[in-house]
């Protein structure tokens, strides 16, 4: 199970971090790939970043690269997603997705969803 915080409303220009804890242990939640995806009233879901289970390879939307840092604390259980230089275009429900192995971008891959998370950009 998968639980999500730390949205909510920023301005353009400002920053925000996303939690995604899981509860199973350390020791089992090391073994799981993470990835965030978003979905704007009326689009489908879309990818926005994902880290792999050892933390070896990250994965960014070319929409959030270089403003968007993925990373993740094992020993907590717990994937971050630090949003800086946010956009109105950001504005979307956040979800974290984890499954076991590699990361993917497609979030049929992902069989395990934690509960979204607004965050609104205002211009």
Known sequence: QLSVSGGGL????????LSCTASASASTFTRYSVGWFRQAPGQARAFVASISWNRS????ADSVRGRFTVSRDNAKSTVYLQMNSLKP?????????ARYGSAQFDARQYPNWGQ???????S
Do not use: P
């Open 89 to 97: 275009e950001d504005t979307a429900v956040y979800f974290c997705a």
């Open 57 to 60: 390879t990250t994965a960014y």
């Open 10 to 17: 920023v301005q353009a220009g400002g920053s925000l971090r």
């Open 116 to 122: 979204g998370t607004q965050v609104t950009v205002s």
